[in-house]
T-cell receptor
């Protein structure tokens, strides 16, 4: 019954490695997001997809590449991991109406630690 | 550029004290406003939201917020906090598109 699920929950890896985080939502929403939350809890949007199309691409290094195979899934692939990539990554989904964005439903987060 | 400011970064209260967390945004048009809560070790979840209508909105767990358009504010309140309200609180603003901007968060610690 989980609305937004992410895997894995924890990811510990060495610098320079490539890793992926998967996200799935079963709410029927057409918009999905990736956020990065740093150690000070600041939440920064990275990407947003609407019906599999990239809508928001903030100033994120090219090493980060999102992929949306369908509107229920939004995966995040990170190449050449760096120490500064250590953070908690949250996936979220929402329904964006003509009146604007509605409630975002967040996944449980993936805590990425780069050694 | 649009922005959201949360004035208090850390708040410490005793149980039964009243709470008010400030939130101001910079945008002159129509907004959708949200407060989210993140309990320790958990993901963000919605506390309450305002789209239109009565500017005083009530959310879960006894929280409420008031939208004051002239002050570009959406402050969160609770008359009597409990230890279980210890969490990080985020104000968020959507200006009509796909992007919702989050404030930096306020960490609330309630002493039992």
């Amino acid at each position: 019954d989980t609305a937004v699920s992410q895997t894995p929950k924890y990811l510990v890896t060495q610098m320079g490695n490539d890793k992926s985080i998967k996200c799935e939502q079963n709410l029927g929403h057409d918009t999905m997001y990736w956020y990065k939350q740093d150690s000070k809890k600041f939440l920064k949007i990275m990407f947003s997809y609407n019906n599999k199309e990239l809508i928001i691409n903030e100033t994120v290094p090219n090493r980060f590449s999102p992929k949306s195979p369908d509107k229920a899934h939004l995966n995040l692939h990170i190449n050449s991991l760096e120490l500064g990539d250590s953070a908690v990554y949250f996936c979220a989904s929402s329904q964006v109406k003509s009146s604007g964005g509605d409630t975002q439903y967040f996944g449980p987060g993936t805590r990425l630690t780069v050694l | 550029a649009q922005s959201v400011s949360q004035h208090n970064h850390h708040v410490i209260l005793s149980e039964a004290a009243s709470l008010e967390l400030g939130c101001n945004y910079s945008y002159g048009g129509t907004v959708n406003l949200f407060w989210y809560v993140q309990y320790p070790g958990q993901h963000l979840q919605l506390l309450l939201k305002y789209f239109s209508g009565d500017p005083l909105v009530k959310g879960i767990k006894g929280f409420e917020a008031e939208f004051i358009k002239s002050k570009f504010s959406f402050n969160l309140r609770k008359p009597s906090v409990q230890w279980s309200d210890t969490a990080e609180y985020f104000c968020a603003v959507n200006t009509g598109g796909f992007k919702t901007i989050f404030g930096a968060g306020t960490r609330l610690f309630v002493k039992a």
